[in-house]
Nanobody, 121 residues
Framework: QVQLLESGGGLVQAGGSLRLSCAASGSIFSINSMGWYRQAPGKQRELVTTIRGGSDTDYADSVKGRFTVSRANAGKTMYLQMNSLKPEDTAVYYC???????????????WGQGTQVTVSS
C-alpha cells in the first residue's frame, strides 16, 4: 500500500510564503518522478512542477522564479517552497508520484489527498 501524505497548506497573505511537503510511504520499489499539481475552483487541474531524480525539474510558467521543488529522504519526501504568493495561487495542491511498487510492476500514478492553499489579498 502506497500513501502520499501532504502537509503545510494554509492561509497566507499575498506576498507571503508557504512550504508544502509530501511524504511517500508504503511498498515503494522505485520512484520515477514526483510533482505538484493544483486545482482552483472551476478550473482544471494543472501542473505546478515536477522533479525527476534530485535536480531535473520543470515549472509552470506561472510559478517560475517563485516556487522551488526539492526532494529528500532518499527521494521519498518532496517539498514545494512557495514564495511571493499571489491570490491566483489559491488552489488545492496535490502531490503526485510515478512509482513502481515492486520489480515487476508497471510505473503508475499515485496521488495525495490534497492540501488547501489560500492566498488572501
Amino acid at each position: 500500500q502506497v500513501q502520499l501524505l501532504e502537509s503545510g497548506g494554509g492561509l497566507v497573505q499575498a506576498g507571503g510564503s508557504l512550504r508544502l511537503s509530501c511524504a511517500a510511504s508504503g511498498s515503494i520499489f522505485s520512484i520515477n518522478s514526483m510533482g505538484w499539481y493544483r486545482q482552483a475552483p472551476g478550473k482544471q487541474r494543472e501542473l505546478v512542477t515536477t522533479i525527476r531524480g534530485g535536480s531535473d525539474t520543470d515549472y509552470a510558467d506561472s510559478v517560475k522564479g517563485r516556487f522551488t521543488v526539492s526532494r529528500a529522504n532518499a527521494g521519498k519526501t518532496m517539498y514545494l517552497q512557495m514564495n511571493s504568493l499571489k491570490p491566483e495561487d489559491t488552489a488545492v495542491y496535490y502531490c503526485n508520484a510515478v512509482l513502481r511498487t515492486d520489480w515487476g510492476s508497471r510505473p503508475s500514478d499515485y496521488w495525495g489527498q490534497g492540501t488547501q492553499v489560500t492566498v488572501s489579498s
